[in-house]
């Protein structure tokens, strides 16, 4: 039986969710760990899974996991730098290992993960619209479980997956980009008022005013709108 054709229709709903905006509450971190349950029911003899958004450095931005021995495995690989995960995700492919036990892959992945009970892993690489977004990977504790009919499921299910990741990335990152100018419109006010309060006490003009606060900033050694906020939040006190 072809278990990739209900979990892909369950994915196919999660990405209309996302795309009609029922997800706005949701952050990539929910998406992705939600993403992980999926997979893990998804593949025979899979007893764990994954999902990682990862940025263009090759580094994670958020990820999933169904278990601790999955999010340890996970993080291993982004502090080290290697493995399955991130090999899929580089090269674009699906990544099987057989047993980890034989492996001469990621020595430095192996090594570490050698007291974790995983010995088969496979991972697949999520695209979509030609843009890397991360991978989604499963486990099983016993050697030589994934084939490529397995292969076939997980690629089966990476298209879904992508767009959902993706478009719960691009929403952060629009977020995110929203609360940095609200941020930087915030400071310019803050150091505006700042200025304007120097002008009046010390008879400057407004260059003066600001290499003043400049000054102060490198003396503190603090922001210069932590100093703006400190003159500001002075005359408020007064």
Same mark, same amino acid.
């Given at each position: 039986m072809d278990n990739s054709q209900p979990l892909a229709s369950e *994915?196919?709903? #999660? =990405?209309?969710?996302?795309a009609g905006g029922f997800l706005t509450e949701e952050n990539a971190s929910k998406a992705v760990q939600s993403l992980s349950y999926v997979l893990r029911d998804s593949i025979p003899s899979a007893a &764990?899974? &994954?999902?990682? +958004? +990862?940025?263009? !450095? &090759? !580094? /994670?931005e958020s990820a999933g996991a169904t278990d601790p021995v999955v999010l340890r495995a %996970?993080? *291993? $690989?982004y502090e080290l730098g290697q493995g399955p995960c991130l090999s899929a995700w580089a090269e674009q492919r699906a990544i099987i290992i057989q047993d980890t036990r034989q492996e001469t892959r990621w020595p430095k992945w192996i090594a570490a993960i050698a007291d974790l009970p995983l010995r088969s892993v496979l991972s697949a690489p999520l695209t979509t619209e030609g843009r890397r977004i991360g991978? +989604?990977?499963?486990?099983?504790?016993?050697? @030589?479980v994934f084939d490529d009919h397995s292969v076939f499921l997980i690629e089966r299910l990476a298209n879904p997956a992508a767009v959902l @990741?993706?478009?719960? !990335?691009? /929403?952060?990152? =629009?977020? !995110?980009? &929203? @609360? $940095?100018l609200g941020e930087a419109l915030a400071n310019r006010d803050? +150091?505006?008022?700042? $200025?304007g309060i120097l002008i009046e006490r010390m008879h400057l003009g407004s260059r003066a005013a600001l %290499?003043?606060? #400049?000054?102060?900033?490198?003396?503190?050694?603090?922001? @210069? $709108?932590e100093v703006a906020r400190g003159i500001v939040n002075g005359l408020a006190d007064g």
């Open positions: *994915l196919a709903r #999660l =990405t209309g969710q996302a &764990g899974a &994954g999902a990682s +958004i +990862i940025n263009a !450095r &090759g !580094r /994670r %996970d993080r *291993l $690989q991978a +989604i990977k499963v486990y099983s504790p016993s050697p @030589l @990741l993706g478009n719960v !990335r691009d /929403r952060e990152a =629009t977020q !995110r980009l &929203g @609360l $940095q803050v +150091i505006s008022q700042a $200025q %290499d003043v606060m #400049l000054a102060s900033s490198r003396e503190e050694g603090k922001p @210069l $709108q």
